[in-house]
């Protein structure tokens, strides 16, 4: 699915020049993926002790290390690399998504194919650089097919990122999609009812939207994702850039 590069130059939200967050969005009665069958969710590891900001790019390369080569789950068999995050280690903002496709598979680094240049933007729309921010998603190792991670796979996996959370304390957080929102949350709830507030989570506060991935196969959806960002802006206190 492709991005419209041809019109909307002009409208939707500042520093999207190809994409637009109009539009008239229908009401939302749907989710992005079916919420994982009814297995466990591994309870979240304790919230670790706080990183001084100086510590935190060591304290995830000691993550990062600890991962290693990793066989942990079955998502390893097909990994050609293995996606740990990317940007700042002392972000105010973090973003979750579901975990690596072709793309980032190939890159090693998360949201670089479509649905990253789509994150770009909505980063840029809500005027921050990607480098200011820390991208990561629930596994590190891509699903077969871009499938959502299994459950066992998730479990196995996730107890990494809370710790990559705890190190890097953004003050927000957002969750891309109802698998990033499934697992740290540990709700199961259709992303419909986990939207359009704030969640308290791991001593910070956690929003809820789309994944860029679904915003490109429904544009529609772009409205409803910019007013999500825009909750995060403001606990953020971030205004958007000024529209040129
Ligand atoms: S998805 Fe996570 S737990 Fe599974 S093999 Fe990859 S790094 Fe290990």
């Not at 097909?78 to 973090?94: E, T, Y």
């Not at 998603?137 to 107890?159: D, H, I």
Request: hydrophobic share 40%; proline share 10%.
């Amino acid at each position: 699915m492709g991005v419209n590069q041809a019109h909307n130059q002009n409208s939707g939200a500042p520093g999207l020049v190809s994409e637009t967050w109009e539009g008239n969005a229908p009401p939302d009665t749907h989710q992005e993926h079916p919420i994982p069958p009814r297995k466990p969710i591994t309870a979240p590891p304790a919230i670790a002790d706080l990183v001084a900001p100086a510590g935190r790019a060591a304290a995830l390369q000691i993550i990062r290390d600890e991962i290693g080569d990793c066989t942990r789950c079955a998502l390893h068999a097909g990994r050609h690399k293995l996606v740990f995050g990317d940007g700042s280690p002392n972000a105010r903002l973090m973003f979750v998504g579901e975990g690596p496709g072709a793309d980032e598979d190939a890159q090693g680094i998360p949201f670089v194919g479509k649905a990253g240049q789509l994150l770009n933007n909505m980063i840029a729309a809500m005027g921050l650089k990607r480098e200011e921010v820390y991208i990561a998603n629930v596994v590190k190792c891509r699903p077969p097919a871009n499938r959502t991670p299994e459950p066992v796979e998730a479990n196995t996996c996730s107890p990494f990122l809370f710790r990559q959370i705890d190190v890097i304390r953004p003050e927000v957080l957002v969750a891309l999609g109802a698998t990033a929102a499934t697992y740290l949350l540990g709700q199961r709830q259709p992303l419909a009812g986990l939207r359009g507030r704030v969640h308290a989570f791991r001593g910070t506060r956690l929003i809820v939207t789309y994944h860029p991935a679904y915003l490109l196969r429904d544009p529609r959806q772009k409205k409803e994702a910019w007013a999500d960002l825009q909750i995060a802006m403001r606990e953020l206190g971030l205004k958007p850039p000024s529209q040129g």
